[in-house]
């Protein structure tokens, strides 16, 4: 048996934890630059915002007070998201974290739980009295099933955020009800085509013959058609597959037309491209960059370029990693254009502690170097980025455009929530 929890509206009910004013109100939050819409609450899709949506085509709504809208603030986000994912281990044996707000829970040897509904609510109160965001909860034998309990759980208020398919009779009804575009890993165009053979609903795929859609479509079907039946065919994994690449990318609030602030800029992404490679404690060898203006832009020239060093031994440190990606750009800045984006990569990527030296080359891994960037880290985790190194400027008026950024009120001392009596 599986489980499914994922948080509803996760941004939205993020921003709402700290400001309960915002109940019932209708809640957005934007992406990057503050473009487009990423997260709604319910109160916002009843006033037919849709998803990914341009911000400047429901700023009226903003304007007339209808609506509260929020840039992304990842820093809140991961850090709840890290509390709930903790809570979840609390109470079940196994958990897969799938993404930010979602994850799979194998409920092996829970059948001595009174009844699996009944763990379900117990999960949604403690998720709720504990953190406050609510959650919704699909129960199912395969983890296509679960997927499809949750989107029940969440659709029908009648189930109280709780569904469990194992029930007799359950199954069947809500795959006879569900349409075939909610099924998990069935994308638009393979539903168009399903449509095309008569398939619309959940129920009329799984009756489908598993060889004949494999050999039409793809394995990946056929496992969706099994797993609708009940028979399970995606594994459990409580530890992700490691990172094969690790990228640090920023679309600017304005274009750049000077070196200074795009070297500012990829000093800033190689560093943070190098923490994220510690958080992973994984090594690199490869190091990339690349630069580009907007390719939509008519009236511009238009260039895009990048370039990679190979590392002549791994290294996770972030001062030789900003030296090699400042040494790449200036292999390919160009002046007279108008950059819109920049970015740092990092790839050939391996364990920190599978690491041996290469006799014939020089080790950028060494002792020291590890105990400065553990160092360095442990001093930025406890004041929230005390340290940072010379030249990755401290103005960076070129940063992402947030003017709706909320606080960070658990992982920020200077932003805490106050209460005055």
Same mark, same amino acid.
């Given at each position: 048996?599986?489980?499914?929890?994922?948080?509803?509206?996760?941004?939205?009910?993020? /921003?709402?934890?700290?400001?309960?004013?915002?109940?019932?109100?209708?809640?957005?939050?934007?992406?990057?630059?503050?473009? $487009?819409? @990423?997260?709604?609450?319910?109160?916002?899709?009843? &006033?037919?915002?849709?998803?990914?949506?341009?911000?400047?085509?429901?700023?009226?709504?903003?304007?007339?007070?209808?609506?509260?809208?929020?840039?992304?603030?990842?820093?809140?986000?991961?850090?709840?998201?890290?509390?709930?994912?903790?809570?979840?281990? +609390?109470?079940?044996?196994? %958990?897969?974290?799938?993404?930010?707000?979602?994850?799979?829970?194998?409920?092996?040897?829970?059948?001595?739980?009174?009844?699996?509904?009944?763990?379900?609510?117990?999960?949604?109160?403690?998720?709720?009295?504990?953190?406050?965001?609510?959650?919704?909860? !699909?129960?199912?034998?395969?983890?296509?099933?679960?997927?499809?309990?949750?989107?029940?759980?969440?659709?029908?208020?009648?189930?109280?955020?709780?569904?469990?398919?194992?029930?007799?009779?359950?199954?069947?009804?809500?795959?006879?009800?569900?349409?075939?575009?909610?099924?998990?890993? @069935?994308? =638009?165009?393979?539903?168009?085509?399903?449509?095309?053979?008569?398939?619309?609903?959940?129920?009329?795929?799984?009756?489908?013959?598993?060889?004949?859609?494999?050999?039409?479509?793809?394995? %990946?079907?056929?496992?969706?058609?099994?797993?609708?039946?009940?028979? #399970? $065919?995606?594994?459990?994994?409580?530890?992700?597959?490691?990172?094969?690449?690790?990228? $640090?990318?920023?679309?600017?609030?304005?274009?750049?037309?000077?070196?200074?602030?795009?070297?500012?800029?990829?000093? /800033?992404?190689?560093?943070?491209?190098? /923490? *994220?490679?510690?958080?992973?404690?994984?090594?690199?060898?490869?190091?990339?960059?690349?630069?580009?203006?907007?390719?939509?832009?008519?009236?511009?020239?238009?260039?895009?370029?990048?370039?990679?060093?190979?590392?002549?031994? #791994?290294?996770?440190?972030? =001062? @030789?990693?900003? *030296?090699?990606?400042? =040494? &790449?750009?200036?292999?390919?800045?160009?002046?007279?254009?108008?950059?819109?984006?920049?970015?740092?990569?990092?790839?050939?990527?391996?364990? +920190?502690?599978?690491?041996?030296?290469?006799?014939?080359?020089?080790?950028?891994?060494?002792?020291?170097?590890?105990?400065?960037?553990?160092?360095?880290?442990?001093?930025?985790?406890?004041?929230?980025? !005390?340290?940072?190194?010379?030249?990755?400027?401290?103005?960076?008026?070129?940063?992402?455009?947030?003017?709706?950024?909320? #606080?960070?009120?658990?992982?920020?001392?200077?932003?805490?929530?106050?209460?005055?009596?």
């Amino acid at each position: 048996m599986y489980a499914l929890v994922d948080c509803n509206s996760f941004y939205a009910s993020c /921003e709402r934890l700290f400001r309960p004013e915002l109940k019932d109100k209708a809640v957005v939050v934007l992406s990057n630059n503050d473009g $487009c819409v @990423v997260a709604r609450s319910a109160e916002a899709k009843a &006033l037919g915002i849709k998803m990914a949506v341009p911000f400047f085509e429901v700023r009226e709504f903003y304007e007339r007070g209808q609506l509260q809208v929020f840039s992304s603030n990842y820093a809140l986000y991961g850090d709840l998201s890290a509390r709930v994912m903790t809570t979840l281990e +609390e109470l079940v044996p196994e %958990v897969e974290v799938y993404s930010i707000d979602e994850a799979f829970l194998g409920l092996s040897g829970m059948r001595t739980e009174p009844d699996l509904t009944e763990l379900g609510h117990k999960i949604i109160k403690r998720i709720n009295h504990w953190i406050g965001i609510p959650v919704g909860v !699909g129960i199912a034998e395969t983890k296509t099933l679960a997927k499809l309990a949750n989107y029940a759980a969440k659709h029908y208020p009648q189930t109280q955020g709780v569904v469990d398919l194992s029930k007799p009779g359950w199954r069947e009804r809500l795959l006879k009800k569900t349409d075939v575009s909610e099924v998990w890993g @069935v994308g =638009r165009r393979t539903v168009e085509k399903l449509r095309a053979e008569d398939i619309y609903t959940a129920a009329d795929l799984a009756r489908a013959d598993a060889e004949t859609m494999r050999r039409r479509y793809s394995v %990946v079907l056929e496992r969706t058609i099994l797993e609708l039946r009940g028979i #399970p $065919c995606i594994g459990f994994d409580e530890q992700p597959n490691p990172k094969q690449q690790i990228l $640090c990318s920023r679309t600017f609030s304005h274009r750049l037309t000077c070196l200074q602030p795009m070297q500012e800029a990829i000093r /800033e992404y190689a560093v943070r491209a190098a /923490e *994220k490679l510690r958080e992973e404690k994984r090594l690199t060898s490869s190091v990339s960059i690349y630069i580009r203006t907007n390719p939509n832009a008519k009236f511009e020239m238009k260039y895009a370029n990048g370039a990679t060093y190979p590392l002549p031994s #791994p290294t996770n440190d972030s =001062r @030789v990693i900003m *030296k090699i990606a400042l =040494r &790449l750009l200036q292999g390919i800045y160009r002046d007279g254009y108008r950059y819109m984006k920049a970015g740092v990569i990092l790839n050939a990527l391996q364990p +920190e502690d599978n690491y041996q030296a290469d006799l014939f080359n020089p080790d950028l891994c060494t002792t020291k170097s590890l105990q400065l960037m553990k160092t360095l880290d442990q001093v930025n985790q406890r004041f929230h980025r !005390g340290l940072s190194f010379a030249g990755q400027g401290q103005k960076q008026d070129w940063a992402m455009q947030r003017q709706h950024l909320s #606080p960070r009120y658990t992982t920020s001392w200077r932003e805490l929530k106050v209460v005055r009596a």
